[in-house]
């Protein structure tokens, strides 16, 4: 297999996953304050395997289907990440604009709180607690652990997925979905509380 190479690695080292066997083209372009300019290319290679393994591994469709599914699941976690930070920021938003309402204490800031500690749990079943892994406490594999040790797993083989790895992809959809459904529901309950909200004489808040 041949190494797909970045250019805007830090360190200056070829990055990438490997390539599978297969036609590519190259072309070189230059970029000046926005505008591109083509230099050469395109031109077609071929990529042939550097040597058989030991052991018969996936084809190259396999694999391939394999990695879409694995970025494919790096793109709903990214996705996830972006809602549950703006449900966190609306939250925060929501409790400034309690502070300023004419509502007395009592169940509002409950339902706060309730919804805060709603994210805080999605929030250690996607990244994990830092605390505890610091102290190496041993905790249940997060969402951004089982990518790490799938990433880790492919990055550097064209072998093709185990039976782990498959487990581990099945899992993942799995947590997500869960998930998802949970911030679903949270992203409702803050929908009434800010029409709640609103009735106290609170003032707007960002959505």
Do not use: C
């Amino acid at each position: 297999a041949a190494i797909a190479l970045n250019q805007g690695d830090t360190e200056g080292e070829p990055s990438g996953r490997l390539a599978l066997p297969g036609t590519y083209s190259v072309s070189l372009s230059k970029t000046i304050d926005g505008t591109v300019t083509q230099l050469a290319g395109p031109v077609e290679f071929k990529v042939k395997p550097l040597r058989k393994g030991a052991l018969e591994g996936a084809s190259p469709n396999k694999l391939k289907a394999f990695w879409s599914s694995y970025e494919e699941l790096v793109g709903k976690t990214s996705e996830l990440e972006v809602k549950m930070t703006k449900a966190k920021n609306r939250l925060v938003a929501m409790e400034k604009a309690l502070k300023r309402s004419n509502a007395l204490p009592g169940d509002l800031d409950k339902q706060l709180h309730d919804l805060r500690m709603s994210l805080m749990n999605l929030d250690l079943r996607v990244h994990g607690n830092s605390a505890k892994l610091q102290v190496g406490e041993k905790t249940k594999p997060t969402i951004s652990e089982r990518l790490f040790a799938l990433n880790r797993g492919i990055s550097n083989s064209t072998y093709g997925p185990t039976k782990t790895h498959e487990q581990t992809i099945a899992i993942l959809n799995q947590q997500l979905e869960s998930i998802q459904d949970e911030l679903n529901d949270i992203q409702r309950e803050m929908d009434k509380l800010t029409s709640a909200l609103q009735a106290t004489g609170a003032p707007a808040m960002e959505e």
